[in-house]
C-alpha cells in the first residue's frame, strides 16, 4: 500500500514539475515592494533583473506577470537597473493586473530620464509616451482606454493624461484630456537628470494631480466624473515606454505611435489616491 502511495505521490511531483516554465525566475529572483495580497500597488516593474532573458528583466512583481516583449535595453536607474528606450524600443504586458477592474481613484508612479527635446519616431519634434494601454479594435479613436504623453524640452515641457471610459464604443467613449501645456507646461523634466513622476487621481473631487520630484504641479479636474471607469475587456495590452498604436518596427511620424526616447525606471500602478506625504516618501526613498 504504501509502495502505491509512494509512486502516485512520485507521478504528482514529477507532474507539477513538467508543467512549470522554467524560464522564468524562481520566486526570489525578481524585486518585490512590500503589499498585502489585494492591497493598493496593483502593478511593480522594478526593472532591476541582470540576466541575459530580457523578459525576465522587466517583470511585474505584484502577480509575477511577465512582459510579452521587452526591446528595450538595460541601463543604470534610479535605484538599480532601469530601461532605456529608442526608436521602436518599448516593453508589452498582457494586462495591468486587476489594476483596471478595481481602481476608482488611481496613483501613476515612476522615474524618468530625458535629454532635450522630445521626438516622434521619425525623429522631428513630437510626443513621447511613459506608458498607454492598447484597446480592442473600434473602441476609441486613439486605439487606447488610457495613456500619458510628454511633449516638449526642458524648458517647458507639455504633460497630458487622456482616460476614456465606457462601453458605448467608437468615438462617443466619454474620454477626457487632462493636461499641463501652454504656460502651463513643466520646467525641468528634460535635463538628462533622473525625475520622479506621480499623478494621483482622487474619485472624491474628480481631481488629477502631478507631482514632480514630489512637489505638487497643480492639480486638473474632469469635473463631476468621479470613479475613473477604466474597462479591463477592452484591454488588449499594456505598452511601458510606447503610444497604443504600431509596432516595434513604427519609424513613422504617427504620434500616436512614438516611443520613448529616454529611460524610465520603478514603474507602479496603485489602485487609490495617494496622499501627498506618500509620494514625497516615494521620491526621497528612490522608490
Not at 7 to 12: D, E, G, H, Q
Not at 220 to 240: D, E, F
Not at 241 to 259: I, K
Request: hydrophobic content about 40%; some cysteine.
Amino acid at each position: 500500500m504504501k509502495n502505491i502511495i509512494y509512486s502516485i505521490l512520485a507521478v504528482t511531483v514529477l507532474a507539477f514539475s513538467s508543467c512549470q516554465d522554467l524560464n522564468h525566475p524562481t520566486l526570489g529572483d525578481y524585486p518585490k515592494d512590500s503589499n498585502p495580497a489585494g492591497g493598493p500597488l496593483k502593478f511593480y516593474v522594478a526593472f532591476d533583473g541582470t540576466t541575459s532573458d530580457v523578459l525576465m528583466n522587466a517583470v511585474d512583481s505584484i502577480r509575477a506577470n511577465f512582459a510579452s516583449a521587452n526591446t528595450t535595453s538595460s541601463v543604470d536607474g534610479i535605484k538599480g537597473k532601469a530601461i532605456q528606450g529608442g526608436v521602436g524600443k518599448f516593453v508589452s504586458y498582457a494586462k495591468p493586473n486587476d489594476f483596471a477592474t478595481t481602481a476608482k481613484s488611481f496613483t501613476i508612479s515612476f522615474w524618468e530620464k530625458h535629454n532635450g527635446q522630445t521626438h516622434n519616431n521619425a525623429l522631428t519634434n513630437g510626443p513621447e509616451y511613459p506608458f498607454s494601454f492598447v484597446a480592442v479594435s473600434n473602441y476609441h479613436w486613439s486605439s487606447s482606454n488610457f495613456f500619458l504623453l510628454f511633449e516638449g524640452d526642458n524648458t517647458a515641457c507639455a504633460v497630458k493624461l487622456v482616460a476614456a471610459s465606457g462601453l458605448s464604443g467608437g468615438a462617443s467613449v466619454a474620454d477626457t484630456w487632462l493636461t499641463w501645456e501652454g504656460s502651463g507646461s513643466i520646467p525641468g523634466l528634460m535635463d538628462n537628470a533622473w525625475h520622479h513622476c506621480a499623478f494621483v487621481y482622487d474619485q472624491a473631487t474628480s481631481g488629477l494631480t502631478f507631482y514632480k520630484d514630489g512637489v505638487s504641479q497643480g492639480t486638473k479636474v474632469w469635473t463631476g466624473h468621479g470613479a475613473i471607469g477604466l474597462v479591463n475587456s477592452v484591454i488588449a495590452s499594456v505598452r511601458i515606454g510606447c503610444g497604443p498604436q504600431g509596432d516595434a518596427s513604427d519609424v513613422s511620424d504617427n504620434w500616436l505611435a512614438s516611443t520613448w526616447k529616454g529611460a524610465l525606471d520603478q514603474f507602479r500602478f496603485y489602485g487609490t489616491a495617494l496622499t501627498a506625504a506618500e509620494v514625497q516618501s516615494l521620491f526621497t526613498a528612490k522608490r
